[in-house]
């Protein structure tokens, strides 16, 4: 069992689709990787193909997710959990059909008791969009709004998370990788940020927000806002934020300024 084939990268939305068949899925803690190699030679054994596996490590156990085609499985879900409970070194086993045949979104381990949402990047276009394409400016000051409140909660929620550990550039670095990572942007490049000025510049490559769009004028309001919102409560002050770079326009990148009035 390797470790590439735990924790595959998935650039497409993490979705399974196999037509016609039957999944279950699976969730485990245990003491050693060795008890994670059992797992997977009793599902072999009773016929349940590995599809997808991840593996997170957590203090002195390791948690699993593992979906598997029962299509051909010879015992029912009840009787393989009762086997794998058996075992000396699987601390728990929860295993569940899936709801629909054939297809299974990835739940992260992280994610299954959290209050995160996974939401494809065009569907999420369209609601930071649509507002703007029906409404023109008065659409475009409240796609800005939401996105200052958004990020007003952004910045309370990492601060509750980080405490007094991340402050100033060190925060805002950290909120912008955040972003990365839940899809909003693909990568962002802090170019300026000066407490004592008050002043902040972002680049943003790919943001969702202005990646499906095609326009004349800039189109990141929602991150112009919500840039602007993070700039406040790190800065203090009120700021103008002005967007000077915009990939729906046809740049290479979205160039967001923010400096204290």
Request: proline fraction near 1%; charged fraction near 30%; aromatic fraction near 8%.
């Amino acid at each position: 069992m390797s470790c590439s084939e735990l924790k595959r990268d998935r650039k497409d939305f993490p979705i399974i689709t196999l037509p016609k068949r039957q999944l279950w899925k699976l969730y485990s803690k245990v003491k050693s990787l060795r008890d994670v190699e059992e797992i997977f030679r009793v599902l072999d054994e009773v016929g349940l193909k590995r599809v997808h596996a991840e593996l997170v490590e957590d203090l002195e156990s390791y948690n699993t997710y593992v979906v598997v085609d029962a299509s051909e499985v010879r015992e029912s879900c009840r009787d393989v959990s009762l086997k794998l409970c058996k075992k000396k070194g699987i601390q728990e086993v929860v295993i569940t059909e899936s709801e629909t045949q054939g297809i299974e979104v990835l739940r992260f381990i992280g994610r299954r008791s959290s209050d995160a949402i996974l939401m494809r990047t065009t569907c999420f276009a369209i609601i930071l969009n649509v507002l703007k394409n029906l409404w023109g400016s008065a659409g475009k000051f409240i796609s800005y709004s939401i996105g200052v409140e958004v990020g007003r909660e952004h910045c309370q929620w990492l601060q509750k998370l980080v405490g007094e550990k991340l402050k100033g550039r060190s925060f805002l670095e950290n909120a912008l990788h955040i972003g990365a990572e839940l899809g909003w942007w693909e990568r962002a490049c802090l170019e300026a940020f000066d407490a004592s000025r008050g002043v902040m510049a972002v680049k943003l490559y790919g943001c969702v927000e202005c990646k499906y769009a095609q326009e004349t004028m800039p189109n990141a309001d929602f991150f112009r806002g919500f840039l602007g919102s993070l700039a406040s409560e790190l800065m203090g002050g009120e700021f103008e934020v002005e967007e000077s770079a915009c990939i729906a326009k046809g740049d290479s990148h979205c160039l967001i300024r923010a400096w204290r009035r």
